[in-house]
């Protein structure tokens, strides 16, 4: 038998099995656009403010590969995703996913 897993899918499956919280970032800016850039100028402003020089640069750059990216709380992870539901992240061309660590959504930015 051969089975199809979609991107959702094989995310819910990692973060079961790593048992820690997640959020993904599907990266769809476009820099040709100005309310692109305004966003990801308002991404990466919020952040440098929020984490240390290392961290900020691990997550910007998990954000532009669009990874699945583990925190060690919950709180961790709200405060993280709490970035991408502000009126100018929601609904953008970033789009955000939050799991709980046992692989269930928690919720989207849409």
Do not use: C
Request: charged share 25%.
């Amino acid at each position: 038998m051969i089975i199809g897993y979609g991107w959702n899918k094989v995310h819910e499956l990692a973060v079961k099995q790593v048992g820690k919280p997640a959020v993904h970032i599907s990266f769809g800016l476009d820099f040709n656009k100005p309310e692109d850039e305004a966003i990801w100028e308002f991404v990466t402003s919020t952040l440098k403010q929020m984490y240390d020089y290392e961290t900020y640069m691990n997550l910007t750059g998990s954000i532009i590969n669009s990874e699945l990216i583990f925190f060690d709380t919950e709180e961790e992870q709200y405060q993280f995703y709490k970035v991408f539901e502000q009126p100018l992240t929601d609904s953008s061309p970033l789009y955000a996913i939050a799991y709980s660590r046992d692989g269930e959504t928690e919720t989207e930015n849409t």
